[in-house]
């Protein structure tokens, strides 16, 4: 069994939609997780970082962590074209720099 | 944030040659990581170079195959030796961050076929 979990899509939604991303994973150790944003061509940016259960909320972007399910999504609202992208999750074991473990990304598309 | 610059962007290389690839930050770090990133899998930590020292390698990638430099702060390349087919990837680095020393940022990748 993989450590982290999660659907390689594609997902392909209409403009304006709420789109769930998930991850889930089997280490109890990891504490904190984070989602990243891949256009094609281009490396993964940080788009939300969490370090504990329950939602953090930026701008059209939701992190949903439920640490007692091992279940993390990301949600975002008001889905726009720029959006499409692949959307890695991404977890650690503890504070400071220890080894992240990535999901394999899913990629999403939103249609105009 | 870190604005990080990767050389080559591709390339497409023959079988038994090397590659160098080149990480620019803009500013000063201690911790660099480079990635293997294969298609439809997961980002994949090959080492962390930090200045100073020898890189740390994860299992599964060697220093004779992924030899790695870090002379500075501020850059460090990944040599690809005696490349095959089987390591046509693309090749990320990245640096922590700052403020939140379990988060990245990274490069814009090297894409390299191996022919």
């Known amino acids: 069994q993989k450590e982290v979990e999660q659907d390689p899509g594609p997902l392909s939604v209409p403009e304006g939609a709420i789109v769930s991303l998930n991850c889930t994973y089997s280490n109890s150790a990891f504490q904190y997780f984070m989602w990243y944003r891949q256009y094609s061509r281009k490396g993964p940016e940080l788009l939300m970082y969490t370090y504990s259960s329950g939602n953090k909320e930026d701008g059209r972007f939701t992190a949903q962590v439920d640490k007692s399910s091992k279940y993390i999504s990301l949600f975002i609202r008001d889905s726009q074209p720029s959006d499409s992208a692949t959307y890695l999750c991404?977890?650690?074991?503890?504070?400071?720099?220890?080894?992240?473990?990535f999901g394999t990304g899913t990629k999403l598309q939103v249609i105009p | 944030s870190a604005v990080i610059s990767q050389k080559p962007s591709r390339d497409i290389c023959q079988r038994g040659t090397s590659l160098t690839i080149q990480c620019q930050v803009d500013s000063q770090v201690t911790m660099m990581f480079w990635y293997r990133q294969q298609p439809g899998q997961s980002l994949t930590l090959i080492a962390t170079a930090n200045q100073g020292s020898e890189a740390t390698y994860e299992s599964g990638f060697v220093i004779d195959k992924f030899p790695i430099s870090r002379p500075n702060l501020t850059f460090s390349t990944l040599t690809v030796s005696n490349m095959s087919p089987e390591d046509s990837s693309i090749y990320l680095c990245?640096?922590?961050?700052?403020?939140?020393?379990?988060?990245?940022?990274f490069g814009p990748g090297t894409r390299l076929l191996v022919l």
């Open positions: 991404a977890m650690g074991s503890s504070g400071g720099y220890q080894k992240v473990t």
């Open positions: 990245s640096v922590q961050s700052r403020d939140q020393q379990e988060t990245q940022y």
